[in-house]
């Protein structure tokens, strides 16, 4: 059974950084793509950087720099490095993985940044 675990949220000042951490129960190489995304409360998740099992890398906010998407297979991790934290982070953050025969989430973990 696939399973994904995040962990690394918590409570920041703006500026500041976090890195948050996903590890999967199989090995990652399985996964075409793994992915980071974020959710606020009744809006709907927006994705927020992948890296593909060849090691592509695209998002929007790794394109800007604050934030960067890395991956250990060696540890089957995923991580989000996040600079510059500003209040508008401030979300629910969920791992993804898929590959050809499933789509499988984490249960999310919280991110907030205060002012």
């Known amino acids: 059974q696939v399973r994904l675990v995040e962990s690394g949220g918590g409570l920041v000042q703006a500026g500041e950084s976090l890195t948050l951490a996903c590890e999967a129960t199989v090995d990652i190489a399985t996964f075409n793509v793994m992915s980071w995304h974020r959710q606020a409360p009744g809006k709907e998740r927006e994705m927020v950087a992948y890296i593909t099992s060849g090691g592509s890398i695209n998002g929007k906010y790794t394109l800007k720099g604050r934030f960067t998407i890395s991956k250990d297979t060696a540890k089957n991790r995923i991580y989000l490095q996040m600079n510059s934290l500003i209040p508008e982070d401030t979300d629910v953050y969920y791992c993804?993985?898929?590959?050809?025969?499933?789509?499988?989430w984490g249960q999310g973990t919280q991110v907030t940044v205060s002012s």
């Open positions: 993804n993985a898929k590959a050809s025969t499933y789509d499988c």
